[in-house]
Structure formats: C-alpha cells, structure tokens
T-cell receptor
Framework: DQQVKQNSPSLSVQEGRISILNCDYTNSMFDYFLWYKKYPAEGPTFLISISSIKDKNEDGRFTVFLNKSAKHLSLHIVPSQPGDSAVYFC????????????FGKGTHLIIQP | NAGVTQTPKFQVLKTGQSMTLQCAQD?????MYWYRQDPGMGLRLIYYSASEGTTDKGEVPNGYNVSRLNKREFSLRLESAAPSQTSVYFC???????????????FGEGSWLTVV
C-alpha cells in the first residue's frame, strides 16, 4: 500500500508559467515532508521541506503548501525555468525520520520554451 | 564538498556473483541509508542504520546485507546477485534527531548495477 502518492507521472509547463506538483499521503503519523529534485544519472537533491506544524514554506521560486486535513501537499515553482526540468519526488517521515523517508514515485516535470 | 560518496558507479554482475557497494559520508551524520530506484517505483528503502552499531531492515531488504563499519561508512552486500536486483542504488545520510524535528536526507550520486 503506497503511503505517499504522486498521481501525475509527468507534467508539461511553459517556461515562465507556474508549475504545480501534487502529492498525497495516507499515514497520519507523517510529520515532516520534503521535495527532492533528480536529474538523470545523478542522486536526488534536497529542494524544500515543511513541518506538519506549518502550512506553507517558501524558498525563492519554490513554495510548498501543506493541507493536513486533506493529507495533501503541493510544490509551486514560479516562474518555471528550463533548468527546472527534472523528476520531482515527494517524501515524508515520521518521528524525526531516523528510519528513513517514504518516497512517492515521482513526477517528471518538463519545462517547454 | 564530498558529502556522500559511493562506489562503484557502474557494475555488471553475473547471476550468483557477490559484490559490495561501498558508501562513506563526511558530514558526521548519525544515520545512513541504502535505497534502490527502479523505473516507475520511486525510491525504496533497503536497509538503514539509525546510529553507529545498529542496522534495520527497510521496505525491500531481501537478498541484501549491510554493515555499518563506523560512523562514516555503510556498505551494502549482495551475496548472490539476481536479475531482479538490477537497479540504481543510492546511499544517503542524515542527522536524524527523532521527535519530529525533521530529517533531511542527503544522497550520493548512485551506483548502476546490472545483473545478467
């Protein structure tokens, strides 16, 4: 049973527009959520995170929103740039996460010129 | 700026052969992890070590063993490789404190393993 779901395998967005990547989770014990970005042939790199005590966290062009009641989070990228083309993984952890993160299957974001 | 370093980057094995993937981190992190990534499956946790001297199974541990050699190093061993273990393997580390304080995991660059 998948505890972290990214239902869109791919997303195509025009350069300069907003990219919105979505993620749903089922485990109510999750208290920390992260987004990772992955280019081909490289390891995932940390992008942005949010604690369950917040509903929004912003870092430059990237904003993560958390709706705990809906068990839903989203990543907004504004404006989208060609270098944002990558696979984005949503991840979650519980109790500080010493036992690792649970990842979604990823969304391939393609920024079109 | 080494971060998490894993070797080898590429390896081809024959079914039944054994090999060890090495991983080292220089960030003084307590916790280390081995993940595998398969097409359409995301990243799945194989084994982890919450602290030096401890190891625990993750989501997909069958066919693997691990050793937390010291605080820096965490190796993954395939005793008898199978084609189903063809995958990209990622080592990672974090300073996990527990108690919901959050845990950002940092990944190595990956090891591409093909079992024929």
């Amino acid at each position: 049973d998948q505890q972290v779901k990214q239902n869109s395998p791919s997303l195509s967005v025009q350069e300069g527009r907003i990219s919105i990547l979505n993620c749903d989770y089922t485990n109510s014990m999750f208290d920390y959520f992260l987004w990772y970005k992955k280019y081909p042939a490289e390891g995932p790199t940390f992008l942005i995170s949010i604690s369950s005590i917040k509903d929004k966290n912003e870092d430059g062009r990237f904003t993560v929103f958390l709706n705990k009641s809906a068990k839903h989070l989203s990543l907004h990228i504004v404006p989208s740039q060609p270098g944002d083309s990558a696979v984005y993984f949503c991840a979650a952890s519980a109790r500080g996460g010493a036992d690792g993160l649970t990842f979604g299957k990823g969304t391939h974001l393609i920024i079109q010129p | 700026n080494a971060g998490v370093t894993q070797t080898p980057k590429f390896q081809v094995l024959k079914t039944g052969q054994s090999m060890t993937l090495q991983c080292a981190q220089d960030m003084n992190h307590n916790s280390m992890y081995w993940y595998r990534q398969d097409p359409g499956m995301g990243l799945r946790l194989i084994y982890y070590s919450a602290s030096e001297g401890t190891t625990d199974k993750g989501e997909v541990p069958n066919g693997y063993n691990v050793s937390r050699l010291n605080k820096r190093e965490f190796s993954l061993r395939l005793e008898s490789a199978a084609p189903s273990q063809t995958s990209v393997y990622f080592c990672a580390s974090a300073n996990a404190h527990g108690g919901g304080s959050g845990n950002t995991i940092y990944f190595g660059e990956g090891s591409w393993l093909t079992v024929v």
